[in-house]
């Protein structure tokens, strides 16, 4: 008989492990309690795969061995709950996938950095010549990608929800970015469970792998005082020299891993801002890890193409630049992007609050930010926040409004930033949905302005 698997949610990682699985032999059940995409039906309907939508069919999904969840499932759902209760395994379709793959992996996660630093990590492995797959919360699913083979390498870009459903999955390499407040509500609004589940990914390693990590950040290093972390140390600073890691001390970056060393120039790197100076050194130091040469390196650092939506430069009109920061999903990479500007800025932000912490922001804005733009169903905490403190503060539900309220009110030189600080969920399907918005209502009022 076959073993039966029941996978819950029918986006990109639980269709990719549904055809895994079937390859593997399994028995396949695909249950989805909203409406499932036309072609992603017809995939599971071509290759023999039962499903349903709209619903979850409890006596279908709690007689399976084994339960893939989408990270986007909270646990507290309650065919989750009843699945543990029973004592049904429920796990992430990159711990299924990890069973079919032989490749080394480098796992990347962190409140934020995490996206840029696996996309350019994946860039100098590529530069390096190396047989490199591309995985996790970037690209496509690596379950759907190992049904047509494997790589020597594997670079995945994870989140915290899927490293909770991480029971055997060992990284050769692990990088931790930072760790800042963000899922607080996934997490009973407790940090330290939160700090619990990042530092997590480090369970299964030993002392032949490597976790790369932000020597400063403290929320990291209270997390390491609760595992018992055996793999090699390579921390990165900003204050300090490293004997084994990195260092950026404003001037130049210098990387240190197996008895090699390497120096950059900023201005040799196509990615600006210290951010980004501590996302090059994580993916420096993994590439570096990987074999990849020096020279290799160098020139992935000069031709990277980061993804879209964060920082993303879009149009100038009239003089004022357009910026989709659609990924600015938190505060912490919300000033980020803050940060990176000196001119005076619109700031377009809102949508679902996550327990925020705006004050943070104050010295970001004050005297900076010239209005604030709140895009949202509910804009009361955004407003009540910075009240007082920004001279001119609007609101409106329309990203076309937002874009429009932008070039109405703005000056050259000035910058119009979305950096939303917030989920997206309450008006759009996704950041990408929010971002991409955002760049066609610039490019109609391109149109206008012509």
């Known amino acids: 008989m076959k073993k039966q698997i029941a996978i819950l949610g029918a986006g990109e990682?639980?269709?990719g492990a549904a055809l895994l699985a079937k390859k593997h032999g399994y028995a396949v059940w695909v249950s989805d309690a909203g409406t499932i995409s036309a072609s992603r039906k017809q995939t599971l309907t071509e290759n023999g795969i039962g499903f349903e939508e709209g619903m979850h069919s409890e006596e279908k999904i709690l007689s399976a061995g084994e339960i893939i969840k989408s990270p986007g499932i909270p646990e507290k759902v309650a065919i989750v709950q009843k699945a543990i209760e029973k004592g049904i395994p429920v796990i992430d379709e990159l711990e299924f996938a990890f069973r079919y793959s032989k490749g080394k992996v480098i796992a990347i996660t962190g409140t934020n950095g995490k996206t840029t630093t696996t996309l350019l990590t994946y860039h100098l492995l590529q530069k390096g010549g190396l047989n490199v797959g591309l995985g996790g919360n970037v690209g496509e699913s690596w379950a759907a990608q190992l049904v047509d083979g494997d790589r020597d390498w594997w670079v995945l870009e994870v989140s915290s929800f899927q490293i909770d459903g991480f029971k055997s999955l060992k990284p050769s390499v692990a990088v931790l970015t930072n760790i800042t407040p963000d899922h607080l509500d996934r997490y009973n609004y407790k940090i330290e469970n939160y700090i619990a589940s990042k530092v997590s990914l480090f369970k299964n390693m030993d002392?032949?792998?490597?976790?790369?990590?932000?020597l400063d950040d403290q929320l990291i290093q209270s997390g390491f005082e609760k595992v018992n972390l055996k793999a090699d140390r390579l921390p990165f600073s900003l204050k300090e020299l490293q004997n084994k890691g990195g260092y950026f001390d404003g001037n130049a970056i210098t990387v240190q891993a197996v008895g090699k060393k390497l120096t950059i120039d900023p201005k040799d790197i196509i990615l600006k801002g210290t951010h980004n100076m501590l996302n090059t050194m994580c993916a420096s130091l993994a590439a570096t890890l990987a074999g990849v040469s020096e020279e290799a390196i160098r020139e992935g650092l000069k031709d990277f193409q980061n993804a879209a939506h964060r920082m993303e430069p879009v149009a100038t009109i009239g003089g004022i630049d357009f910026i989709n920061d659609s990924k600015g999903t938190n505060v912490d990479a919300t000033a980020y992007a803050l940060d990176s500007y000196k001119s005076p800025l619109i700031w377009i932000a809102g949508g679902v609050d996550k327990g925020n912490d705006y004050a943070a922001l104050y010295p970001l804005t004050d005297g900076k930010v010239k209005m604030l733009i709140c895009l949202g169903v509910d804009n009361e905490?955004?407003?009540?926040a910075f009240s007082g403190r920004i001279p001119e503060i609007?609101?409106?539900q329309s990203?076309?409004?937002?874009?429009?309220?932008?070039?109405?009110?703005g000056k050259e030189g000035d910058v119009v930033l979305l950096s939303p600080a917030c989920a997206s969920f309450d008006l759009f399907k996704n950041y990408e949905d929010r971002g991409n918005q955002f760049k066609a209502a610039v490019a109609a009022l391109t149109a206008t302005a012509k």
């Open 207 to 214: 002392e032949k792998d490597a976790v790369i990590y932000w």
């Open 394 to 396: 609007k609101e409106t």
């Open 399 to 409: 990203i076309a409004e937002a874009v429009a309220l932008g070039l109405e009110f």
């Open 381 to 384: 905490k955004l407003k009540k």
């Open 13 to 15: 990682s639980g269709l």
